[in-house]
């Protein structure tokens, strides 16, 4: 019975492919929409991954990662002196000018290590070593910065080549690979004392502390220590990402954006889906008559039913997440835009495709429910 139902949808090929393609849209755009918005939201917190460290210091009223409030230079002793902190470094960061070849200014974002320990530094080096950032003017650019900052210039720019930062030679010493960050400003990393020299003079310079706690404690432990002893506010990675990513839910309309184009693929997915399978149902009225009639109760119909939409469903989101990872893979070897899928956006999006399956099986089970059997003996 159930394969006679298979056969019945298959048999009508206008209508089936209408409703696997109106399932197949909807899984795209609900996917793919998903895909670009985790991505961008993972931009948002690019600064932890660039600049690895378990606790994160700053002012008390910063919200988010993006967000800098300078601090005074003794706030990197007083972390010190906190029972729990394995050691505290001081943190340069900030949007500041880079002068390419061609005599554009391009924002770029400048972070200064610690240059006795160079705490924060990039994650993979390309080439160059990262013991030289401790000579003068030296820097490490990342990959983007090479190719913003090489307009001008015959080929990009390489270990041994110069530019300006605010009108001081910076002179590259290695070129590393980072992860974008939210404003897409590349980075260019060089020891804090000379990250000082290359931002304009304020009172207080200094960004953030990046502080590790001491073996065998928690970091979130220490970072209460730290809140409690120095009146700042110490986040850990995953606190420092939730505040970053709340505020981005709170503060942008970044998200109202992406969930708009979400549920209209859902409600596009519902409307398309549910009208051509109701249609479907009014077509075959007078073979589900025929099985009614031999003795099939509304019960075995309404499996049948359910059996056809979420065949088609299997097939439509299949197709649908098929051609979302098809433009995943196809844009992020260029980076942008950006996109990130895993197993939970995948199950989102199969929840909701069962819903529309189910929602357009329901009109056509409502329907089969009144059917009087004598339909098939009528003219």
Known sequence: MYHLALKMLMADRAKYAMLVGGVAFASLLMTQQNGVFRGLLSWTTSH????????WVVERN???????????????????????????????????????????????QLVGLHGATL????????????????????????????????AGRERPLDIGDTFEINDREARIVGVCRTERQF?????????????????????????????????????EEVARAIERSTGLKAFTVPEFSVAT??????????????????????????????????SFVLENLRNLGALKAMGATNGLLARLLLLQALAVGAIGYG???????????????????????????????????V??????ALLGILKVSRLEAAIVFRA
């Open 319 to 353: 197709i649908g997440v098929g051609l979302a990872a098809v433009f995943g893979f196809a844009v992020l070897p260029i980076g942008q835009p950006p996109f990130f899928l895993d197993l939970t956006s995948l199950a989102v999006t199969g929840a909701a495709v």
């Open 119 to 150: 705490v924060g530094r990039p994650p993979v080096v390309l080439r160059g070593r990262l013991e030289e950032l401790r000579l003068p003017n030296a820097v490490f650019i990342d990959e983007l910065a090479a190719q913003r900052l090489s």
């Open 48 to 55: 932890m991954r660039n600049m690895r460290a378990s606790i």
């Open 62 to 108: 910063v919200e988010q990662v993006n967000e800098t409030k300078a601090l005074r230079d003794t706030d990197v002793n007083r972390v010190r002196s906190v029972d729990g902190v394995d050691f505290a470094v001081p943190l340069y960061l900030n949007v500041q000018k880079a002068r390419a070849a061609d005599g554009s200014d391009k924002p770029i």
């Open 183 to 219: 404003f897409g400003y590349p980075y260019v990393f060089t020891a804090y004392d000379q990250a000082l020299q290359y931002a304009p003079r304020q009172r207080k310079m200094l960004s953030i502390i990046l502080a590790e706690p001491k073996a065998g404690l928690a970091p």
């Open 355 to 360: 819903c529309i399956c189910g929602a357009a």
């Open 245 to 278: 990513i709340d505020f981005i839910w709170r503060n942008t309309g970044i998200p109202a954006s992406f969930m708009t184009t979400i549920i209209l693929g859902f409600i596009v997915g519902i409307a398309v889906s549910a009208q051509t399978f109701y």
